[in-house]
């Protein structure tokens, strides 16, 4: 690209100051000259929301009332960015650091019809892949991520199209919204973005892997910590299900995956049993249950990270 299109940088901010100064310092290098930071706030209570302020006062920042999770912070951002023009998107999390050239690389690679991701690697063992990208099986609703866990090397270092993606960082045209429309908001978070990218790909759209652009992620430090927490599990069990019966190609595909979901949830539930893990299998049965209540968006019964 001869000119360097205008990026909106949207961010969702919740209780992010044992790392929110990093990510500032980060974007401070970017080398891209046109961007526009926009942060969420999610109604958070650490103090980051006003050491965003203090640091960043070129920035736009919207402060909610009350955590309106990942897909409506999002979505809020993308409202921003359509009313000032801003031809692309860089959704990103505030718990990464960046390469300075990484945006730049994301914006040379894309194109009116590309959604573009770089090759993330884990903040704490930079050898690592912490990629979330790949491919997607929507029988049985699990993702196939090729890289990730997986030691960084030249396997990692091609650039390839994708069916999903995390949003973790992800350069979005913003004329998608218009054709695939907004995030669900029923997800509040997690599968929100497959479920994006699904109907951005089925309207002509290409996903495309750029291992050239790199950045560094602490893994679910924005959404509290460790592999699996209460909080996860009840979002992760819900939405997988709604993901599913969304795209359901027929009814069939649909019995299929149930049969596949309910035979493998047996043995998480004896594990958190035997092992004690109450909150587990409470988190897991009221995803279960509230999905097929129609109980989508927030819950209260589950306590925010």
């Not at 990026?7 to 790392?19: E, M, P």
């Not at 990942?70 to 031809?87: D, F, K, M, T, W």
């Not at 027929?250 to 998480?268: D, I």
């Amino acid at each position: 690209m001869s000119e360097a299109p205008a990026v909106g940088i949207v961010t969702v901010n919740y209780n992010s100051a044992a790392f929110i100064g990093e990510f500032i310092d980060s974007l401070s290098r970017f080398d891209y000259p046109n961007t526009q930071l926009i942060v969420v706030d999610a109604a958070s209570w650490d103090g980051s929301a006003d050491e965003i302020a203090r640091r960043c006062p070129q920035a736009h920042l919207i402060r909610c009332g009350e955590n309106v999770g990942i897909a409506r912070g999002n979505n809020l951002g993308v409202q921003l960015c359509r009313e000032q023009s801003l031809p692309y998107i860089l959704f990103l999390n505030n718990d990464t650091t960046h390469e300075p050239d990484c945006l730049r690389a994301l914006v040379d690679a894309a194109d009116e019809r590309t959604l573009v991701v770089p090759r993330i690697l884990y903040a704490h063992d930079r050898r690592l892949i912490s990629t979330h990208a790949g491919d997607f099986d929507w029988t049985l609703g699990l993702f196939r991520h090729t890289y990730h866990g997986k030691p960084d090397g030249p396997a990692t270092r091609s650039r390839r199209e994708l069916q999903t993606a995390s949003f973790c960082c992800i350069l979005v045209p913003t004329a998608t919204f218009d054709e695939a429309g907004p995030l669900d908001e029923r997800f509040f978070m997690y599968y929100e973005e497959t479920d994006f990218l699904r109907r951005a790909l089925q309207r002509g759209y290409r996903l495309l892997y750029v291992p050239e652009a790199v950045v560094y992620h602490r893994e679910s430090a924005s959404s509290g910590g460790g592999w699996m927490t209460p909080f996860k599990h009840y979002y992760a069990t819900r939405n997988r299900l709604y993901l599913v019966r969304k795209h359901a190609r027929s009814r069939w595909r649909y019995a299929l995956f149930t049969l596949y979901f309910w035979t493998t949830r047996v043995p998480y539930l004896i594990r958190y049993v035997v092992s004690g893990q109450r909150a587990m299998v409470k988190a897991m049965a009221l995803g279960m249950l509230h999905y097929y209540q129609g109980r989508m968006g927030r819950t209260l019964e589950v306590q925010d990270f």
